[in-house]
């Protein structure tokens, strides 16, 4: 699987949107962009995952740039109960999920 | 509730004690994982399973053995436990078509002594 490079960590004020960047720039054709995130010490959550398209759900929202090098989460308002360890994976057909050291995000009030 | 349970949740022991940690999940799943985390190494799988009776070593599986007897269950073995162990451990599941949508377990934290 391609590996992906996140910033270690991000602050975002309660209530505002929460963009967090991940860059994948050995990304292959058919690799998906999936986004997990980690509250504390939890089991992993899964967000959200795309292939070239812009993807939303009712947790957040994935934008994938055109070449696909580079990828965006959006948490459009963010509240206490998001800050959490965010990873961005890129995968291939297999199972197993690599996890990087993801971004740590702090939401103040 | 869908869901994937371990058990124990914690749980200290000496080195060389056996101990099993058990994964069930409830959701029909045929694909299961074990992962274990570690401060600054992230998470790393230990053992896969894409189907009863099938299973697989990930990247770390050297002190773990895994079975999958049934499709609901599938327990971490360890049968010699040393202190590089110590660790906390996850169980994933998923459809093996939405492999990449895992449902996560608590996390079990082992201390090995």
């Known amino acids: 699987d391609a590996k992906t490079t996140q910033p270690p960590s991000m602050d975002c004020a309660e209530g505002r949107a929460a963009n967090l960047p991940c860059n994948h720039s050995t990304i292959s054709g058919n690799e998906y962009v999936y986004w997990y995130r980690q509250i504390h010490s939890q089991g992993p959550q899964y967000i959200i995952h795309g292939l070239k398209n812009n993807e939303t759900n009712e947790m957040a929202s994935l934008i994938i740039t055109e070449d696909r090098k580079s990828s965006t989460l959006i948490l459009p308002h963010a509240t206490l109960r998001d800050t959490a360890v965010y990873y961005c994976i890129v995968r291939t057909g297999a199972n197993n999920l690599f996890f990087g050291t993801g971004t740590r995000l702090t939401v103040i009030p | 509730e869908a869901q994937v349970t371990q058990n124990p949740r914690y749980l200290i022991t000496v080195t060389g004690k056996k101990l099993t940690v058990t994964c069930s999940q409830n959701m029909n799943h045929e694909y299961m994982s074990w992962y274990r985390q570690d401060p600054g190494l992230g998470l790393r799988q230990i053992y896969y399973?894409?189907?009863?009776?099938?299973?697989d070593k990930g990247d770390v599986p050297e002190g773990y053995k895994v079975s999958r007897k049934e499709k609901r269950n599938f327990p971490l073995i360890l049968e010699s436990p040393s202190p590089n162990q110590t660790s906390l451990y996850f169980c994933?599941?998923?459809?093996?078509?939405?492999?990449?949508?895992?449902?996560f377990g608590p996390g079990t934290r082992l201390t090995v002594t």
């Open positions: 994933a599941s998923s459809t093996w078509v939405a492999g990449g949508e895992q449902y």
């Open positions: 399973s894409m189907n009863v009776e099938v299973t």
